[in-house]
């Protein structure tokens, strides 16, 4: 039997307080990978082809996937990894946090929420999804679940090609009436329920972002996204066509109950009116990075950081660059999940680098979790290049 206390003893002293992580790939089956993944071009439907596409990867997971019947025990959850020379040991973060949670994220953290309340991920599909929501706290609290507001930031990094429509749809337009929807969901067997009529799109701009609370409709274009959420898969899709693919009833009435899966005014009553039709959505919703200290000070420094995702109390996120042959030491206010994607150097007792090609199922030294205790210390992050930048964005927990 695996003595979990001994194994994360161990882990936590090897990295002071910051643990590896292990990939986590998430297939979808009404998805296409758009394959910026870096993952081998042999293991995009390592799940099997039956169940789709991997064309998202999970970071700092304690939440299982939910992918229907197939779904794996683990899927979507994140493992720490523990390196030695005699064996190496995986265990799930959310198992570790059920053990030592006041340790891992902090006692404020786990009196509030009893768990580690947020992931990111990186969502990378070759088309546009449909147009969809995700339910608020009411709503999915009638399956036995949590709502999910989420954040968007597209990096340049891991944006080599735009796919086929980036551009994503949010809201409704001004005057939709909750009829005009009503009568789209009535027709989803029949024909394209043509419900992007009644929504517009936003043409994505790389290294900005947005942010999308729970009851708003969007469909997200198809750059490749890193997405602060969180902590649940809750959703409810709106459109019955996209891209010529159809999109079965049951994604629309996944997360209500069962009672209701017909009732049409139920299923409107997902939708949070006002934010959908706010007349100044753009500049509400529109996030641009904004600096953590004044810029020309950082710099000095060696440095440049940015908040990527704010004005959420749940998480947010940020990007931190490190220049050539720079250290900086790092401290954060609550515990939080970081993936490296540009360059290589140390964080604090580990090397750190982004990886040019990854195998379906081998480890890599890009993810790391920064527990409570060292990221109010500080971590000292170094850039052992000569020429190329150190970039990494940060996943953050509540208190930010």
């Not at 043409?203 to 750059?223: D, F, I, N, Q, R």
């Amino acid at each position: 039997m695996i003595n979990i206390e001994k194994i994360l003893e161990s882990a936590l002293e090897q990295g002071e307080g910051v643990f590896r992580l292990f990939p986590n790939w998430v297939p979808r089956e009404f998805c296409i990978p758009g394959k910026r993944l870096k993952l081998h071009p042999d293991d995009y439907y390592a799940y099997g082809v039956h169940r789709g596409g991997i064309d998202e990867r999970w970071f700092a997971s304690t939440t299982k996937a939910d992918n229907g019947p197939e779904t794996l025990e683990d899927e979507g959850l994140s493992y720490i990894y523990l390196e030695n020379n005699k064996e190496n040991k995986k265990i799930l973060l959310k198992d570790a946090i059920d053990v030592i949670g006041n340790e891992i994220l902090g006692k404020k953290i786990m009196d509030k929420y009893n768990c580690w309340p947020m992931y990111s991920k990186f969502f990378d599909n070759l088309e546009p999804l449909p147009l969809h929501l995700h339910q608020n706290d009411e709503h999915a609290a009638k399956v036995g679940r949590k709502s999910k507001p989420e954040g968007y930031y597209f990096p340049e990094q891991l944006n080599n090609h735009s796919g086929y429509f980036p551009h994503t749809y949010f809201g409704l337009n001004p005057g939709t009436t909750k009829d005009k929807v009503k009568n789209c969901l009535k027709i989803w067997d029949r024909k394209d329920n043509q419900i992007l009529q009644l929504s517009r799109a936003y043409k994505l701009e790389l290294g900005t972002g947005w942010l999308v609370p729970p009851g708003v409709l969007h469909a997200p274009g198809s750059l490749l996204t890193y997405e602060p959420q969180f902590a649940s898969d809750v959703f409810a899709m709106f459109q019955n066509i996209t891209w010529n693919r159809y999109i079965p009833y049951d994604l629309l009435v996944k997360d209500i109950p069962e009672d209701l899966n017909k009732d049409l005014d139920y299923i409107i009553s997902l939708i949070d009116w006002d934010l959908n039709l706010d007349p100044n959505f753009y500049q509400n919703r529109f996030l641009k990075p904004q600096p953590v200290a004044p810029i020309e000070s950082m710099r000095e420094k060696g440095y440049e950081e940015y908040f990527i995702v704010y004005g959420n109390e749940h998480f947010s996120a940020k990007k931190l660059t490190v220049f050539p042959k720079k250290s900086v030491n790092i401290k954060e206010k609550t515990p939080y999940g970081l993936i490296v994607i540009q360059g290589r150097g140390k964080f604090g007792k580990f090397e750190i680098e982004n990886p040019n090609m990854i195998r379906f199922g081998e480890m890599t030294n890009d993810e790391l979790f920064v527990t409570y205790d060292a990221a109010q210390q500080g971590i000292e992050v170094k850039n052992e290049s000569n020429r190329e930048n150190l970039v990494i964005l940060k996943h953050l927990g509540p208190g930010i």
